[in-house]
C-alpha cells in the first residue's frame, strides 16, 4: 500500500483517507467535516503562494493549510 500524507496528493489526483495523524480540537475538527477512513478525496487546487489546498471530499471542497494536512494520511 502507497501511503502519503495529504499535503503530497499532487493535483487532480485521487486517494483515500488511511488515518489522521493528530489529537486535539483539529481532530475533532477533521472528523467532522468527514474525513474518515476510506473517504475517497482529491486535491484540485493550490494557491498562487502554494498554500492553502482545495480539497474535494464527501461532494464539497475545503482548503486545508500544509501543516493540517500533513496529519492526514492518505492511499494513492
Request: glycine share 6%; charged share 20%; net charge positive.
Amino acid at each position: 500500500m502507497n501511503t502519503i500524507t495529504l499535503d503530497k496528493l499532487p493535483l487532480n489526483s485521487c486517494g483515500k483517507i488511511v488515518s489522521l495523524n493528530c489529537s486535539g480540537p483539529i481532530h475533532r475538527r477533521l472528523l467532522d467535516l468527514g474525513f474518515v477512513q476510506n473517504t475517497p478525496i482529491k486535491a484540485v487546487f493550490k494557491s498562487p503562494f502554494g498554500e492553502p489546498t482545495a480539497y474535494e471530499v464527501r461532494g464539497f471542497t475545503i482548503a486545508l493549510r500544509k501543516e493540517d494536512a500533513n496529519n492526514i494520511i492518505v492511499t494513492r
